[in-house]
């Protein structure tokens, strides 16, 4: 299993133009059930700004695609005052050893 986890970093001045952008983004990029699960959706805040955090398992041979739609849906965010992102991908225990010729326990 294959997920991808991107994380969102703004300062609080920017949460009213963050939040802006989302609402546009779920209605350009509505949530597609055939490309990925969504596991965990999380939101903190502290004295640096806000950071966000999106967990998605990504169906089977659709990796590419995923991070594709994933990366436009980033873009939206370019313009932001003091937003960054990262976009990364995590394997499962099995998944990892077998890209090293091994298999996870039972």
Known sequence: MVYYV?????????SDEVAKVYLEERKKYPRDK?????????IRSDE??????????VKEGRLQ???KRQQEI?????????YTST???????????GMIG???PE
Do not use: H, Q
């Not at 055939?34 to 999380?42: D, F, G, I, Q, T």
């Open 6 to 14: 991107v994380t969102n970093w703004f300062p609080g001045s920017s």
């Open 34 to 42: 055939s490309l990925l699960k969504v596991v965990a959706e999380c």
């Open 48 to 57: 640096k700004g806000i950071k966000t955090m999106g967990v998605s398992e």
């Open 65 to 67: 695609e995923a991070l």
């Open 74 to 82: 980033l873009t939206m965010y370019r313009n932001i005052d003091g």
């Open 87 to 97: 976009l990364e991908v995590w394997w499962n225990p099995a998944e990892a050893l």
């Open 102 to 104: 091994m298999k996870a």
